[in-house]
């Protein structure tokens, strides 16, 4: 991505981000919308898929488990009220105005709330079969007035996806969505994900294999492999080990410490989204300041070799001064989110002179 254009989106009312960068740095005061913005770039690349939808809805406490057999009427109710946490105050707005838009400009995810109704059509074959219509209330509602009213939901329309349509009283989403490229988003919270063992499989044998054990090694310099293999023989869950130089000594990776499985995911991520986006939030979560500048060099090395644009959010002055140095190549930009009488601006940073001096100087960024 170039560029960026977010309008509606939780508190990110209008954001415009002109310029990216290989990798780029979000920074900003806590609830300025940082990790708010990782949200929006990942919805973007899955098209806005109902399957990611959940997945983000569900990491902000905002799902709940729907019993469709019980009552549709609830279920539309319910599913109502968490998919409208996703839109700028909350709002249950049928307006057009009232839309989200995430994307760059000539493809822009368009994200509307709509009521849905039922019509009869003949198809090619000259049957008769029931199709659903979405419309909101900035359509004209006469043409829809004579047709059966379901319920509501989310349309989702982009240039370069089918239009998809998510209805809030059945289980079943209409059209599926492919993702625009590969992505992996790695939270706050994932330490030892189970996904791990999935991304782990994917490259194991391969050259980005190295990579990973490089990475381990910024903490403990003395590991030379690393597997997954079952906790033990009665368990099929499999956990990270690794062994030591010259002692072939088996060790469970838990046992090291939060810092090294911190850096196990974000780097087993990264390698597996070549060609794509790696999000990572709150970059400075469990590791010390002294391995920060050696995972943001390998961090820059991989975004080139695997052609992988980065975001990464932090509000650790540490972290911003490990990037500054790690970005040699000049392939970083620092971004800057602040609140300006409840409007979310950006302010970018891309400048050597003017990172450095960020660095070296007390200029408050966070």
């Not at 050259?207 to 054990?213: A, F, G, Q, S």
């Not at 010259?246 to 390698?271: E, K, P, Y």
Request: a negative charge.
């Amino acid at each position: 991505m170039k560029s960026l254009y977010i309008e509606n989106y939780k508190n990110l009312k209008e954001l415009s981000l002109k310029l990216l960068a290989p990798v780029n740095l979000i920074v900003g005061r806590n609830n300025v919308g940082k990790s708010t913005l990782l949200e929006a770039i990942s919805i973007y690349i899955s098209n806005g898929s109902d399957e990611w939808l959940k997945t983000v809805l569900d990491i902000r406490g905002e799902m709940v488990n729907v019993d469709f057999t019980k009552s549709e009427t609830d279920a539309n109710k319910i599913l109502l009220e968490h998919y409208s946490s996703l839109f700028s105050g909350h709002k249950k707005d049928f307006h057009n105005s009232a839309a989200i838009l995430i994307g760059e400009e000539d493809d822009l995810l368009n994200i509307r709330l709509v009521h849905v109704a039922e019509r009869t059509i003949r198809n090619k074959d000259g049957f008769e079969i029931q199709e659903y219509v979405s419309y909101n209330d900035s359509d004209s509602i006469s043409e829809f007035s004579s047709l059966q009213y379901l319920g509501d939901g989310l349309e989702l329309t982009s240039s370069s996806a089918p239009k998809a349509l998510i209805p809030f009283f059945q289980r079943r989403t209409l059209s599926n969505v492919k993702d625009k490229m590969p992505f992996e988003y790695i939270m706050v919270q994932d330490f030892q994900r189970k996904r791990n063992v999935i991304l782990f499989d994917k490259i194991s044998l391969s050259d980005k294999e190295k990579y990973v054990v490089e990475a381990l090694q910024i903490i403990e310099p003395q590991i030379d492999r690393l597997n997954f293999l079952n906790e033990n023989e009665y368990s099929n869950v499999r956990v990270p080990f690794v062994t030591l130089k010259n002692t072939g000594q088996r060790f469970r990776l838990s046992s090291m410490g939060d810092g090294i499985n911190r850096i196990l995911s974000i780097i087993l991520a990264l390698v597996n989204c070549k060609g794509g986006v790696f999000l990572l939030d709150e970059f400075e979560t469990g590791l010390h300041y002294t391995v920060q500048t050696k995972l943001w060099e390998i961090i820059f090395m991989l975004s080139e070799k695997l052609n992988v644009q980065v975001f990464v959010t932090s509000h650790s002055r540490d972290c911003i001064n490990s990037f500054v140095v790690a970005n040699e190549k000049k392939q970083g930009l620092i971004i800057r989110l602040d609140d300006r009488e409840g409007n979310i601006v950006a302010v970018s940073y891309n400048n050597e002179e003017d990172m450095r001096f960020i660095a070296q100087s007390n200029v408050e960024i966070r």
